[in-house]
């Protein structure tokens, strides 16, 4: 039931409300976890590389952060 209400959602507000409201209608804590650890040699850094794992690592938790907060004032 919440997952056939949840692939219906397109943002990060709608999953966040969708599923609080599934689940009793109040979301009182947000945990965000998110990452993507894959080890390599340092001297293969590239910019590239270091943005979209940057992307990959922070862009969940802060607009995750900004959809549980929507949906806990509202």
Not at 6 to 22: G, H, N, P, R
Not at 23 to 32: C, E, F, K, W
């Amino acid at each position: 039931m919440i997952a056939e209400a949840l692939a219906q959602c397109s943002t990060s507000i709608s999953v966040i409300a969708t599923a609080a409201k599934a689940l009793g209608g109040q979301l009182n804590v947000y945990i965000g976890n998110a990452a993507n650890d894959v080890r390599h040699a340092f001297d293969d850094l590239t910019p590239e590389y270091w943005d979209n794992n940057q992307s990959i690592n922070l862009r969940p938790q802060v607009f995750g952060a900004q959809a549980a907060a929507h949906v806990m004032a509202s």
